[in-house]
């Protein structure tokens, strides 16, 4: 019951961490935030990985899954600590593009509320296809959308963590009871050896006439 119920809750939580992983890559890809989309990318693989060995009881894949929970939960930390600038760190850099492009979040100039206006530049001397981007009347700055998203994904990683241990411990202990049960089912069925019989040669008795 035990084992059901655990596997259930990780069966669960794994299929909201998939969802929740695509939904964040989706944005992500629009943004053109490749650090994220490479990490994105790795989640969903190992959270697959995990939700294969919950189902069909394979408790190394669980392992793996588990060791990644941890290096995940390190990864949202510091994109928390990036958006809030925290320790020296300052969203405005190109550190989540790999230095390639300039773009932002996507969620900077499509957050809830956010009216998006394209500005031409009046100056002299500039040229006419360069333009800045005003956005306004945003319910809530897209560092928070993204600090709100890695929360959630540490959310679900920690009780995730929990919950992997709980049923690699059933698995573990489901495991030595079989093999436990079973060596006792073959001592008990076992035979006890025969006892050693001497045969001696018998002599034919004769016909009498």
């Known amino acids: 019951m035990g084992c059901c119920t655990g596997r259930c809750t990780l069966i669960f939580l794994c299929s909201l961490q998939l969802l929740a992983a695509l939904e964040r890559q989706i944005f992500d890809f629009l943004g053109f935030q490749w650090a994220p989309i490479l990490g994105n990318f790795l989640q969903i693989i190992v959270v697959i990985l995990g939700l294969f060995g919950t189902i069909q009881f394979r408790p190394r894949y669980i ?9 995940w939960v390190t990864w ?15 969203k405005e850099t190109d550190l989540m593009t790999f230095n390639i492009s300039m773009h932002r ?10 009216i998006r206006r394209v500005v031409r530049p009046s100056s002299p001397g500039i040229l006419d296809d360069y333009s800045y981007v005003s ?26 963590f929990v919950y992997a241990c709980y049923v690699i411990s059933i698995f573990m202990e489901e495991e030595d009871s079989f093999d436990f049960i079973g060596g006792l089912d073959t001592y008990s069925y076992r035979q006890p ?4 019989v001497e045969l001696k040669p018998v002599k034919p008795v004769g016909r009498t006439k």
Request: charged content about 10%; proline content about 3%.
């Open 63 to 71: 392992v793996v899954y588990t060791v990644w929970t941890a290096l």
């Open 193 to 196: 050896p025969q006892e050693h």
């Open 135 to 160: 956005v306004t009347g945003c319910i809530i700055d897209f560092q928070y959308l993204e600090v709100i998203h890695s929360a959630i994904q540490i959310l679900l990683s920690l009780i995730g």
């Open 105 to 114: 979040s996507w969620w900077r100039e499509h957050g809830p509320g956010c």
């Open 76 to 90: 949202n930390v510091f994109i928390i600590c990036f958006y809030l600038e925290v320790g020296g760190l300052s």
